[in-house]
């Protein structure tokens, strides 16, 4: 079965903290993704990442950066997080390839910025 | 990537064939047409996508309209377990995979 592993389901940090969102894939995929998730907003992209050490900016990047130093990890970063950051964080993975090909979402982080 | 129009919500009766429809006018020629689904509290899961022609998997067929403005995701027999938000994307297959996910639609299925 393929696997997209998002290190924590629930996590909970004060304003102004260092944070990592770890999201490890077993797919051996070149892609991944993280978007955030809120009411209203729907899904949008934060950043992408074509291959390691590569990453190009999504939608919303501001106030996020990302690390990719293993192909099969990819790590969101909240620098100083602010309580507007409180979401869900959900991370995604994909073959690069030119023929079309779905991309496997993990179960998303809930973060609460107190 | 083009944009895509679809109904915020929707109900259907379980065992019955569910239609959720999709408008992206503005497709173009290499853009393809994905669904993905998405359950309470879970990640989106893909179900199934296609360029011109109609496409069945085991989840679900996807009839896309001769000109591609418009396609209809159908579930042939809806289940309870088939509650969810279903979003329609219009995307280019090429490099990248990139999704931008729209508002989707909110499928409620009623025993």
């Known amino acids: 079965d393929v696997k997209v592993t998002q290190s924590s389901r629930y996590l909970v940090k004060r304003t102004g903290e260092k944070v990592f969102l770890e999201c490890v894939q077993d797919?051996?995929?070149?892609?991944m993704f993280w978007y955030r998730q809120d009411p209203g907003l729907g899904l949008r992209l934060i950043y992408f990442?074509?291959?390691?050490?590569?990453?190009e900016k999504g939608d919303i990047p501001e106030g996020y950066s990302v690390s990719r130093e293993k192909k099969e990890r990819f790590s969101l970063i909240l620098e100083s997080a602010s309580t507007n950051q409180t979401s869900m964080y959900l991370c995604?993975?994909?073959?690069?390839?030119?023929?079309?090909?779905?991309?496997?979402f993990g179960q998303g982080t809930r973060l609460t910025v107190v | 990537d083009a944009k895509t129009t679809q109904p915020t919500s929707m109900d259907c009766a379980e065992g019955r064939a569910a239609n959720l429809p999709c408008n992206h006018s503005?497709?173009?020629?290499?853009?393809?047409v994905y669904w993905y689904r998405q359950i309470h509290s879970q990640g989106p899961q893909y179900i199934i996508h296609?360029?011109?022609n109609n496409e069945t998997n085991e989840m679900a067929s996807l009839i896309i309209t001769e000109d591609r403005k418009s396609s209809t995701l159908i579930l042939p027999h809806a289940t309870l377990r088939d509650t969810a938000v279903y979003y329609c994307?219009?995307?280019?297959?090429?490099?990248?995979?990139?999704?931008?996910f729209g508002g989707g639609t909110r499928v409620l299925v009623k025993p």
């Open positions: 797919m051996d995929h070149e892609n």
């Open positions: 994307i219009v995307r280019v297959g090429a490099a990248g995979n990139k999704l931008t």
């Open positions: 296609g360029l011109k």
């Open positions: 990442s074509y291959d390691v050490k590569m990453k």
């Open positions: 995604a993975s994909s073959p690069w390839t030119r023929a079309n090909t779905e991309a496997f």
């Open positions: 503005t497709i173009s020629g290499n853009e393809y």
